[in-house]
């Protein structure tokens, strides 16, 4: 008989704040050719030549200002993901948690599944869309350790859920709180990419960016599209919680300098909309499950101090999905839909 289980996937963390456990992570994070997709030479001189240099001491001192007595806030939130669901689903059906960077790694958690016998797995990563340096990068990691230490293992993976109803519902039941506050404007800030990744991403070389309306105009090619995906969970969302036209609109923040990535960056938009009127603020991060650094010291602390000091009266953020329960039964229904199928 096969013994099922359920993976886990989300981003991961350094192992701690001190510089060299933080040069460590981003070695492995931006060393990945999915995240820098720069050829190899030219990556390794510009990580190890420029990046490295600088960028681990910052974020050192970024991650310190989140970091919890426990460790950090995503992979602590991770475990009581994975802890919670797995008390939903019962014995029979274990969870574990592997992160893409940092600890636990892929590697090890696949070791053990099948030590403990795992033969069939549901691979769940925690991005609800489509993206090469997220989603893409994690299935493609799974696949690689899964030949090299289990090639038995067999595996379904759970396809991008930007827009499936029971996460939709997850995530209006988790906003409609902060929503029923008096607010002037929703915003939604996405996670941004380089938009060259959008023309990569489309297999048909003819959509992303090239045809007016891209995001709206259906094609095959939304199937890999970031921000088609991003945009349907805002419109689904929207929808839902029945937000006005002129009530939301939609930012990407994290962007790195050298190439077009996808705007309006949030950073701006946190400076302009002040003068619009737009003065108490709700900005809620949906490719984010789990609230990290992006979300924390990112758009609670910065983005905060960047809104209010351009004349801004309040500004939340919603927490995002996190472990709680709207968001633990949407994957139990998930992993409920695998097990009929077994």
């Given at each position: 008989?096969?013994?099922?289980?359920?993976?886990?996937?989300?981003?991961?963390?350094?192992?701690?704040?001190?510089?060299?456990?933080?040069?460590r992570?981003l070695?492995?994070?931006?060393?990945?050719?999915?995240?820098?997709?720069?050829?190899a030479?030219?990556?390794?001189?510009?990580?190890?030549?420029?990046?490295?240099?600088?960028?681990?001491?910052?974020?050192?001192?970024a991650?310190?200002?989140?970091?919890?007595?426990?460790?950090?806030?995503?992979?602590?939130?991770?475990?009581?993901?994975?802890?919670?669901?797995?008390?939903?689903?019962?014995?029979?059906?274990p969870?574990?948690?592997?992160?893409?960077?940092?600890?636990?790694?892929?590697?090890?958690?696949?070791?053990?599944?099948?030590?403990?016998?795992?033969?069939?797995?549901?691979?769940?990563?925690?991005?609800?869309?489509?993206?090469?340096?997220?989603?893409?990068?994690?299935?493609?990691?799974?696949?690689?350790?899964?030949?090299?230490?289990?090639?038995?293992?067999?595996?379904?993976?759970?396809?991008?859920?930007?827009?499936?109803?029971d996460?939709?519902?997850?995530?209006?039941?988790?906003?409609?709180?902060?929503?029923?506050?008096?607010?002037?404007?929703?915003?939604?800030?996405?996670?941004g990419?380089?938009?060259?990744?959008?023309?990569?991403?489309?297999?048909?070389?003819?959509?992303?960016?090239?045809?007016a309306?891209?995001?709206?105009?259906?094609?095959?090619?939304?199937?890999?599209?970031?921000?088609?995906?991003?945009l349907?969970?805002?419109?689904?969302?929207?929808?839902?919680?029945?937000?006005?036209?002129?009530?939301?609109?939609?930012?990407?923040?994290?962007?790195?300098?050298?190439?077009?990535?996808?705007?309006?960056?949030?950073?701006?938009?946190?400076?302009?909309?002040?003068?619009?009127?737009?003065?108490?603020l709700?900005?809620?991060?949906?490719?984010?499950?789990?609230?990290?650094?992006?979300?924390?010291?990112?758009?609670?602390?910065e983005?905060?101090?960047?809104?209010?000091?351009a004349?801004?009266?309040?500004?939340?953020?919603?927490?995002?999905?996190?472990?709680?329960?709207?968001?633990?039964?949407?994957?139990?229904?998930?992993?409920?839909?695998?097990?009929?199928?077994?």
């Amino acid at each position: 008989m096969s013994q099922r289980a359920v993976l886990l996937v989300n981003l991961g963390s350094p192992d701690s704040t001190s510089v060299p456990d933080v040069r460590r992570y981003l070695r492995e994070f931006l060393g990945d050719e999915r995240v820098l997709d720069l050829p190899a030479p030219l990556r390794f001189a510009l990580l190890e030549g420029i990046i490295l240099r600088t960028r681990p001491k910052k974020s050192a001192h970024a991650y310190a200002s989140i970091w919890k007595p426990e460790g950090s806030p995503l992979v602590i939130t991770s475990r009581s993901v994975r802890e919670k669901l797995s008390a939903t689903l019962g014995a029979e059906t274990p969870v574990y948690l592997a992160m893409r960077y940092g600890n636990p790694s892929i590697a090890s958690v696949i070791a053990k599944m099948a030590e403990d016998g795992v033969t069939e797995v549901l691979l769940f990563p925690q991005y609800p869309h489509y993206a090469m340096s997220s989603w893409e990068t994690v299935v493609v990691k799974v696949f690689e350790q899964r030949t090299k230490l289990a090639p038995g293992m067999n595996i379904t993976t759970v396809q991008p859920f930007f827009q499936d109803a029971d996460y939709i519902e997850a995530l209006y039941q988790v906003t409609a709180p902060h929503l029923s506050q008096p607010h002037d404007h929703l915003l939604f800030s996405y996670h941004g990419i380089p938009e060259r990744h959008l023309r990569k991403g489309d297999s048909s070389k003819a959509h992303c960016t090239l045809v007016a309306d891209c995001c709206t105009t259906c094609s095959p090619a939304h199937a890999t599209c970031y921000k088609a995906q991003v945009l349907a969970t805002t419109r689904a969302l929207v929808a839902r919680a029945g937000i006005a036209a002129d009530k939301h609109s939609v930012s990407f923040q994290s962007r790195l300098a050298g190439e077009p990535w996808l705007s309006p960056f949030t950073d701006y938009e946190l400076k302009r909309l002040p003068k619009v009127g737009k003065k108490r603020l709700l900005i809620i991060c949906p490719a984010f499950v789990a609230d990290c650094l992006e979300t924390i010291e990112e758009i609670s602390e910065e983005g905060r101090d960047d809104f209010m000091a351009a004349g801004g009266e309040s500004f939340q953020q919603i927490p995002c999905l996190n472990d709680q329960k709207p968001y633990i039964e949407f994957l139990a229904q998930r992993v409920g839909r695998w097990l009929d199928l077994r």
